[in-house]
C-alpha cells in the first residue's frame, strides 16, 4: 500500500529538490520521539488541542473520520456487561499519539481504561487523562502507581502483578505501544540483554499478554488486538531469512528498519500462534486479532527516516513530515482499525482490520489473501513467509521471555 507512494509523479512533487539531512530521532517506547536531549518536547502532551498538536509536531491532515465514530459508534458498541458494570480495557503507548485516542474512543464507549505510564512519564500520563477527561467527563481512566517500561520484563511482571491484583478480569488487552529505528541505527540493547526494538514491540507484549492470560480468561468474552504495520509487508527476502533470530544477534546484518519490519511481522505470527493454541486448549472465550494503521502521521515514522528506511530514497530528500502530508492521515484516523480489532462484534480469530485505502480512509475488516501485497503478508498463510514461521516465532518468544504457556 505505501510503496504505491513511490510513483514518479508523486516523487517529482515531494522532492522538488533534496532537502538537508533529517537529525537523528531517538526512540520513545509508545510516545512521541523525544527531542535530542533525550525529553519528551512539552509540545508534544496531550492537551485539549491535540488533533492540532499532532499536525503541528508531525504534519499531516487534521482527523477526517474519527470525530463522526467519536458520535456514531457508542450506540453500536457498548462497553458495559449485561449487569451495566464497565468492561475492562488496557491500552499499552495509551498516553500519545495512536494509543491517546484509543484510550479516548474506549473511554467514550463506556469501558474503564487502564493507561499504563512510563518511568519518568508522569507528566504525559497526567496530560492524557486531563485531556480525555476534559471532553468525556465521565470517562474511568486508570493511572496505576507501578509503572511499566516495555525495555524492562521485571517492570511488565510487576505491573501485570499489579493489575492482577486490582481487577477479576480483563476483557479487551490491547497492545498498541511501539518504537521505531532507521537503516543504519545502531543495535540497541535492553537491561534484559536483548535487542531494544524486538523487546519492545513484541516479546514484552507476549510477556504481558502472558501473565494477564488470568484476566483474560475470566472475561465472557476477551478481546487480544495486536498492532502491526504496513511495513510489514516487506518484498524483501532477507527480512524473511532472519525470523530464525527474531533477537538480531548477527550484528555485521543488523538493520533497525529490518527488525521493525521482523517485529510488526512477529506480532502477526505471535497472533496466530497463540490463537492456535487458545482453539486446541478450547478456550472459546478468548481471541486474538490484529490492525494496522495505515500511513499514520506520528512520531514513529521520524524514528525510521521513512523516505528513505522504506522508500529506498537519497537520505533527506523525502522527510517523514512530507510523507505525512502527502499520503498520511491523522492519528486518531489511524486508530480506527485499531478500534475495531477491540470493539467489533461476531470477530474471529486472526482478523485483520485496516484502511480501506491501505495507507488511508475508512477502517474495514480486510482479507490478507487478497490485497496487492498479500504474497509479502504473513497474515496470509500462503505467502512467502515459510509455513512453519508461528511456530519458529513462538518457540524463540518463548526461550526469549522465559515463559510457560498453561491455557
Given amino acids: 500500500a505505501l510503496l504505491s507512494l513511490h510513483s514518479s509523479c508523486l516523487l517529482s512533487r ?23 536531549d533525550g525529553a519528551v518536547p512539552t509540545s508534544s502532551l496531550p492537551g485539549q488541542d491535540y488533533d492540532r498538536l499532532m499536525c503541528d ?8 473520520l474519527y470525530p463522526a465514530y467519536l458520535e456514531t459508534w457508542p450506540s453500536k458498541y457498548c462497553g458495559e456487561t449485561g449487569s451495566h458494570a464497565p ?5 499499552t503507548g495509551g498516553t500519545s499519539g495512536i494509543g491517546f485516542y484509543a484510550v479516548k474512543m474506549l473511554a467514550t464507549l463506556g469501558f474503564q481504561v487502564i493507561v499504563p505510564r512510563r518511568p519518568g512519564f508522569q507528566e504525559e500520563a497526567e496530560a492524557a487523562v486531563k485531556a480525555i477527561k476534559a471532553e468525556v467527563p465521565d470517562a474511568k481512566l486508570i493511572v496505576l502507581e507501578t509503572s511499566m517500561d516495555l525495555a524492562s520484563f521485571e517492570t511488565v511482571r510487576a ?15 490491547c497492545l498498541n505501544a511501539g518504537r521505531g529505528g532507521a ?27 502472558h501473565e494477564l492470560l488470568p484476566l483474560l480468561r475470566a472475561s465472557p468474552h476477551a478481546r487480544i488486538a495486536l498492532h502491526t504495520s504496513i511495513a510489514r ?7 524473511k531469512r532472519k525470523l530464525p533470530d527474531i533477537n538480531g544477534t548477527n550484528v555485521k546484518r543488523f538493520n533497525a528498519f529490518d ?9 502477526c505470527l505471535f497472533m496466530q500462534g497463540l490463537n492456535s493454541r487458545l482453539q486446541q486448549a478450547g478456550v472459546d472465550n478468548v481471541i486474538a486479532c490484529i490492525a494496522d494503521p495505515g500511513l ?100 524463540q518468544m518463548a526461550e526469549l521471555t522465559g515463559t510457560e504457556w498453561q491455557f
Avoid at 87 to 91: D, F, G, I, R, Y
Avoid at 188 to 204: F, K, P, R, W
Avoid at 233 to 238: D, G, K, Q
Fill in 87 to 91: 468492561k475492562t480495557a488496557l491500552v
Fill in 259 to 267: 527488525q521493525y519490519r521482523l517485529s510488526k511481522a512477529g506480532l
Fill in 296 to 395: 499514520a502521521a506520528t512520531g514513529i515514522n521520524f524514528q525510521h527516516n521513512l523516505g528513505h528506511s522504506m522508500l529506498l530514497l537519497p537520505d533527506g530528500c523525502l522527510s517523514a513530515r512530507r510523507l505525512h502530508g502527502l499520503g498520511g492521515q491523522h492519528a486518531a484516523d489511524g486508530a480506527l482499525p485499531l478500534l475495531l480489532a477491540c470493539v467489533a462484534d461476531g470477530i474471529k480469530r486472526d482478523s485483520w482490520y485496516t484502511p480501506c485505502k491501505g495507507s488511508t480512509g475508512a477502517p474495514i475488516l480486510g482479507n490478507p489473501k487478497k490485497h496487492a501485497q498479500a504474497l509479502n503478508d504473513p497474515l496470509n498463510k500462503k505467502s512467502l513467509w515459510p509455513s512453519n514461521s508461528a511456530e519458529v516465532l513462538w518457540v
Fill in 183 to 209: 537503516s543504519g541505527d545502531e543495535r540497541e540493547v535492553t537491561e534484559d540483554g536483548l535487542e531494544a526494538i524486538m523487546q519492545v514491540n513484541l516479546l514484552s507484549h507476549a510477556l504481558l499478554c
Fill in 57 to 64: 509536531e508531525w504534519g499531516g491532515p487534521m482527523p477526517r
Fill in 14 to 36: 515531494a522532492m522538488g529538490g533534496c532537502a538537508s539531512q533529517l537529525a537523528a530521532v531517538r526512540p520513545a517506547v509508545g510516545g512521541p520521539a523525544p527531542a535530542k
Fill in 159 to 173: 505491573f501485570a502483578a499489579h493489575v492482577r491484583r486490582m481487577f477479576d478480569c480483563l476483557d479487551v488487552l
Fill in 233 to 239: 509487508l516487506t518484498p524483501f527476502a532477507a527480512v
